[in-house]
C-alpha cells in the first residue's frame, strides 16, 4: 500500500490548511486509516483516525479544531485544519491498516502502512 501526503505549508496562528494523503489501498474494503505528527525531539502523536465505515476518533488536543475525512472514490484521506496554533506544527504522516472488523485508533501499533509526511509550520 502507497501512501503520498500533500498540503502543508506554513501559516499564521488561527489559519487553516488541507492536507490530503491520496492511496492505491483498495477503500471498499475493511481498514482504518490515520494521520500522525510528529515534531523534533518528541514522540509521534495520533492525531485524528478514520475506518471504513466512517467512525472518527480525535486526539483531544485537536478536537474541535480537526477534521478527518475520505473520499473513496478519489482514493484520498484528508485532515482539515482550522485554529492552527504554533504547536501544531509538526510533521504530518498518513497510516492505514488492512483489518477485518478495524476500528479507529490513535495508537502506530495499530498501522502497517505509513507515508513519507508532509511539514506543517504554525507561526504566532
Known amino acids: 500500500v502507497q501512501l503520498v501526503e500533500s498540503g502543508g505549508g506554513s501559516v499564521q496562528a488561527g489559519g487553516s490548511l488541507r492536507l490530503s494523503c491520496t492511496t492505491n489501498?483498495?477503500?471498499?474494503?475493511?481498514?482504518?486509516m490515520s494521520w500522525f505528527r510528529q515534531a523534533p525531539g518528541k514522540e509521534r502523536e495520533g492525531v485524528a483516525s478514520?475506518?471504513?465505515?466512517?467512525?472518527?476518533v480525535y486526539a483531544d488536543s485537536v478536537k474541535g479544531r480537526f477534521t478527518i475525512s475520505k473520499d473513496n472514490a478519489k482514493k484520498t484521506l484528508y485532515l482539515e485544519m482550522s485554529s492552527l496554533k504554533p504547536e501544531d506544527t509538526s510533521k504530518y504522516y498518513c497510516?492505514?491498516?488492512?483489518?477485518?472488523?478495524?476500528?479507529?485508533?490513535?495508537?502506530?501499533?495499530?498501522?502497517?502502512?505509513w507515508g513519507q509526511g508532509t511539514p506543517v509550520s504554525v507561526s504566532s
Open positions: 478514520i475506518n471504513n465505515g466512517g467512525s472518527t
Open positions: 497510516a492505514a491498516k488492512i483489518e477485518l472488523r478495524a476500528s479507529a485508533s490513535l495508537r502506530a501499533e495499530d498501522y502497517e502502512y
Open positions: 489501498l483498495y477503500m471498499d474494503g475493511t481498514y482504518r
